[in-house]
């Protein structure tokens, strides 16, 4: 039986020291994202290797809202090219000239409308391969204090909505199921967070972060 666990309130500023701590010690990287992995019940090849993968990145936005410590999750348009009207972390490709932390940053701030001053990085997580596309998903950490009114770019984002870390944390959200997928029949392990599944590479992600998380909310 999954383990049910409620934190008590904690500010974010300490959440974020030692956030910031732990992300500089080693990750548990690709056992605990694989938890979250789409299992088929065929093999499949994918045409996408990591030595020829698109370097991206995404930002996990940690803030306080009524009272709890949240971060944000955005739904995609059917617009978009890849991941259609899933649920995502705001981020999205690297250009040439610019770090991949700044990409995390650039592209939250395209995408759901925050001002890049306002936000503080605290730390990576593990990157992760997603052969499905062709990217290398490079996720950061970050805090922003600073009120804020998202302003979801139309073209990319359908919604944006807030996800309280509690719910992460509690294993009772932590799901699976199973689905034909493309005409493969599937496991999709997935969380189910404010209402809305999240599978794939961010569930994948979020796994990791979970983890940590845990370990510094523990500690």
């Not at 955005?74 to 040439?96: D, F, M, N, W, Y």
């Not at 306002?118 to 990217?135: H, K, N, W, Y």
Request: charged share 25%.
């Amino acid at each position: 039986m999954k383990k049910t666990i409620t934190f008590p309130p904690m500010e974010l500023s300490k959440i974020a020291n030692k956030l910031k701590k732990r992300l500089q010690q080693n990750l548990p990287g690709k056992e605990i994202q694989r938890r979250m992995l789409v299992k088929m019940n065929e093999p499949f090849n994918f045409k996408n290797t990591e030595k020829d993968a698109i370097q991206s990145a995404v930002l996990i936005l940690l803030f306080e809202e009524n009272g709890d410590i949240c971060f944000t999750l955005t739904k995609r348009t059917q617009k978009v090219e890849h991941h259609r009207g899933q649920i995502s972390l705001p981020g999205g490709a690297k250009e040439s000239d610019e770090s991949l932390s700044s990409t995390a940053i650039r592209e939250t701030q395209e995408e759901i409308g925050i001002h890049a001053d306002d936000v503080d990085l605290i730390g990576a997580l593990s990157p992760l391969f997603v052969p499905v596309t062709g990217f290398i998903i490079n996720p950061f950490v970050g805090i922003i204090n600073a009120n804020f009114d998202p302003q979801p770019a139309p073209e990319e984002v359908e919604t944006v909505f807030s996800v309280p870390v509690n719910e992460l944390l509690n294993d009772d959200n932590e799901l699976q199921e199973k689905k034909n997928l493309r005409g493969y029949y599937v496991n999709i392990p997935y969380f189910l967070l404010s209402g809305h599944k999240v599978w794939g590479a961010t569930a994948m992600i979020l796994s990791e972060f979970k983890t940590v998380l845990k370990e510094v909310m523990d500690a």
